[in-house]
């Protein structure tokens, strides 16, 4: 369920489908407003057609009339205004007659008394519209209509109306003005509670929006289909080679967001790529000038000795001549193991060296390796055992000769820094579902600072040995704990290392156990 929410997360930031939830709302509000208007200019349609058709209906209601509705003394006609209005407006009941003087003032009208209209006698009317009213019957093309006018019954709310002008027998003027829609101009537009049409259109409104939300949704869709492309191709080059690299926040965003952390991690291990390339450079040159030094060293030696015997020929007695030879064959042993370890590391580097895992007991294997190394130790009296509990058949799956290996130069690092009268110990111990190989020395031990460098290549024991006996420090290769590192990486473990100046220091790693 948790992961169903994560991917519809997901899906909801992307580009195109954020941008078409965003223009969804702003698609429905200008269909609203397009609904709106529409029903605004179709009330207004309908107030200019209602005008128009009856824009000369007050000058027929006159030209009807057989004498005016206006008395000699300027006073209206009471009984005939109210017959006439009641004939008008049995006709059409939204139809209001009033009679109006010249100032335009209301002085008759024939409509019944209602609760909370006051009488409209007396009221005022405006007459600008009017005359405007009165210019649109000479001439329609002159005013547009609707043209709004006053609403005696309700002051304040225009509506529409025709107006003609009469004249009394005293020479009296005045105006008929009739209210076309009585019950107010809101009456006059439809609704969608009472209007098909205006419902067709809401309806036609509605499924615009949508098909323009999909049209938009796909025309986003396609668009950054390259970017969501490139995107992907980033995020790759970004986690190439970079375990963990590739886990992507929840709040990662849309696909510039996405592209914007891809971009700036690229940066970023563009920069650590220039490090370690300036740091590998900087390695290489130090092992190439220490791999001239090491290799010079064993071979000016050896040229020494072979010079003096030659030079010196039968002035040497057999007994020296015999002791040259034996000193140039130790540096020739001491030039090829460097050699060797040179070409081992470099097929470790290369990935030509792959495990061949089997299963072996761990218990015989060490055994082995203290029984080899033994008499190298009494020479330097230092006492070299297994630790109590590591003769216990552990069976582990590995590749024994690389193991073998290792816990090789783990020991000879251990016998060059450890003084006489130390003691060396290999040990075994379960954890978990794998067992702890450890080798530990009472040597000189390093110094914490530099613990990190350790494994480095041709790294000088000198460099790394904080103190302690001279004479317990003897040369190495540099290259030693470098193999044992890439070895025990190629088994999928780590190597630790844990030391003290002056009290010692312990190597250990873990190999998987053996099913079974």
């Not at 019957?137 to 609403?151: C, H, I, Q, T, W």
């Not at 040497?316 to 540096?331: C, F, I, N, T, W």
């Not at 494994?455 to 790394?464: I, P, V």
């Not at 473990?493 to 156990?513: A, C, K, N, Y």
Request: charged share 25%.
């Amino acid at each position: 369920m948790r992961r169903r929410r994560l991917a519809f997360g997901s899906w909801r930031r992307r580009l195109h489908v954020r941008a078409a939830l965003l223009t969804v709302p702003l698609l429905a509000v200008l269909g609203a407003a397009m609904v709106l208007l529409l029903r605004h200019y179709s009330a207004q349609a309908a107030l200019e057609a209602g005008q128009r058709m009856n824009l000369g209906l007050a000058r027929y209601v006159l030209a009807q009339q057989p004498s005016s509705l206006l008395r000699a003394d300027g006073a209206p006609d009471a009984a005939r205004m109210k017959a006439l209005a009641a004939h008008v407006m049995a006709i059409n009941p939204s139809v209001q007659l009033y009679l109006l003087d010249e100032r335009a003032r209301v002085v008759a009208h024939a409509l019944e008394p209602a609760p909370g209209l006051a009488d409209p006698t007396g009221q005022v009317v405006d007459m600008a519209p009017m005359q405007r009213l009165l210019r649109a019957a000479a001439d329609e093309r002159d005013v547009r209509l609707p043209v709004l006018g006053s609403d005696p019954r309700h002051p304040g709310r225009p509506n529409t109306f025709t107006v003609a002008p009469l004249q009394g027998p005293g020479g009296h003027m005045g105006y008929l003005y009739v209210v076309l829609n009585g019950r107010g101009t809101q009456d006059a537009g439809a609704s969608l509670t009472n209007s098909d049409a205006l419902r067709a259109m809401a309806a036609a409104a509605a499924l615009a929006v949508l098909l323009a939300a999909a049209v938009l949704w796909l025309a986003w869709h396609q668009l950054t289909r390259p970017l969501r492309r490139l995107t992907r191709e980033v995020q790759a080059f970004r986690t190439d080679g970079e375990p963990g690299a590739g886990r992507v926040a929840a709040d990662d965003g849309d696909e510039i967001g996405l592209l914007e952390q891809a971009v700036r991690a690229m940066r970023e291990r563009i920069a650590l790529q220039f490090h370690r390339l300036e740091d590998a450079d900087r390695q290489r040159r130090e092992l190439v000038s220490s791999i001239s030094h090491d290799l010079r060293t064993p071979l000016a030696s050896i040229r020494g000795y072979v010079e003096t015997v030659l030079l010196r020929g039968d002035a040497l007695d057999a007994e020296a001549r015999a002791g040259y030879l034996r000193k140039a064959l130790r540096h020739t042993e001491l030039l090829g193991r460097r050699i060797a370890e040179l070409f081992e590391l470099s097929k470790l580097d290369a990935g030509r060296a792959v495990p061949r895992q089997e299963v072996f007991c761990l218990a015989e294997l060490l055994q082995d390796v203290v029984q080899n190394y033994q008499l190298a130790a009494q020479r330097r009296g230092v006492a070299l055992a297994l630790a109590a509990g590591s003769r216990a058949q552990a069976r582990v799956l590995a590749d024994i000769a690389m193991i073998e290996r290792v816990l090789q130069n783990l020991i000879d690092n251990a016998l060059r820094h450890t003084a006489a009268g130390g003691r060396i110990e290999l040990g075994v111990e379960k954890d978990g579902a794998f067992m702890r190989i450890s080798v530990s020395d009472t040597g000189c031990g390093i110094a914490r600072h530099e613990l990190p460098h350790v494994f480095e290549r041709y790294r000088s024991a000198g460099d790394r040995v904080a103190g302690g006996s001279g004479g317990a420090r003897t040369a190495g290769s540099g290259l030693g704990l470098a193999i044992v590192k890439r070895i025990v990486e190629l088994h999928g473990s780590i190597v630790r290392v844990h030391s003290e100046p002056q009290r010692g220091t312990r190597f250990e790693f873990l190999l998987p156990q053996a099913s079974g």
